[in-house]
């Protein structure tokens, strides 16, 4: 019987349960089961087969029975009666959670009531067991696959929490990185250049050229620190969705480009016709627009005036795909799976900046925005790259 597919026909479910003689490997901790039937006999006869199979077992007859023993005893499953002429199956559910007592259940049905244990699995029981001829065989192997799947949630669960306190120290690490390790750079940044501005008198061409290689090292150095950083509040940040103008959006960051670009050769950027509004982070979607602009920007050959195009695709899925065309160096096959790698540079640093993570940033934060990001290019022909998001 699979006790993840709650939806399934009765007699298909039934048909999936190994046979009682079975081998099966128990806990090595004994787990405690507490059967809820006002049915004595059955009751007493489940508990027995259950310790046979070496499990501790407790039996109340009625729902007031169960909440009283529930109330100063654990149970690490419940084989629990629908029907109780007290308390019903449901309600006795919604009372343990009521007073916080959270027990996983196994739903125990008559014949012909399959139907209404499928709906009780909607609303958190793990299974059921129908009171026919082999009733009892199946009793261990449901309790069995039921404690399995009770057991790989709570160490989803504790793996969860140890994520959480990763992510915990990974925030204070990153703090420590940004106040901490970047303030040694500005020092080194600082009086290599009282040396220039001092000394560069007393110093020969080659002494000046080490002062000037320091700079820009520790310049390289502390904007890989902000990138990793930016990364990491990519990875672990919140993330509030919804509609964005994207017209707007995209329009402010060409303008700031422009802008900020002199007295460099500026660059031709086009958006064409108006952009729609797409579901994203607004934050996290300015960034992929602004690493594929600087991109798109910087590789271009020498002497070239970068031109970009944007433009918007309405796709037969309902999104929009965004396009980035530009008339860039372009991009070599060997290279295509290389390019959204953490620090992958695939042209050295005298030739082109940079620290390697835009495009990796580009890749995470879309991914994490439930969106999809990709291209296409040729050496020497530029490069066309797309972020797709739902419409908004």
Known sequence: MNTMNATAE??????????????????????????VDDDVALARLIERTLQREGFATATANSGQEALAW?????ADLLLLDLNLPDVKGKELINRLESIDRHVPFVIITGQGDERTAVDMMKHGALDYLAKDGQFIEFVPT????????????RKLARAEKGLREAIGELE?????????????????QSFAQFLVDEYGSKLDERGLDYLQQIMRSAVRLDQLIQDVLSYTRILHGELPMGPVDLDRLVRDIVQTFRNSNAPRITPEIQVKSTLPKVIANEALLAQCVSNLLRNAIKFVAPGTTPHVEISAEAMKDNSIRVWFKDNGIGIAPENHKRIFRLFERIHPATEYEGTGTGLTMVRKAVE???????????????SNFWIQFKKG
């Open 10 to 35: 009765p007699e298909k479910r039934r048909a999936q349960v190994p046979a009682i003689n079975e081998k099966r490997t128990l806990s090595p901790i004994v787990s405690t089961i507490l059967i």
């Open 70 to 74: 529930l109330t100063g005893s654990t």
């Open 142 to 153: 449901v309790v069995e696959r039921a404690l399995a799947h009770i057991e790989q949630n």
């Open 172 to 188: 204070g690490f990153s703090y420590s990185v940004s106040h901490d390790m970047r303030a040694p750079l500005r020092a080194i």
């Open 368 to 382: 994490r925005m439930g969106a999809q990001v990709g291209f296409e290019s040729e050496v020497g022909k530029g």
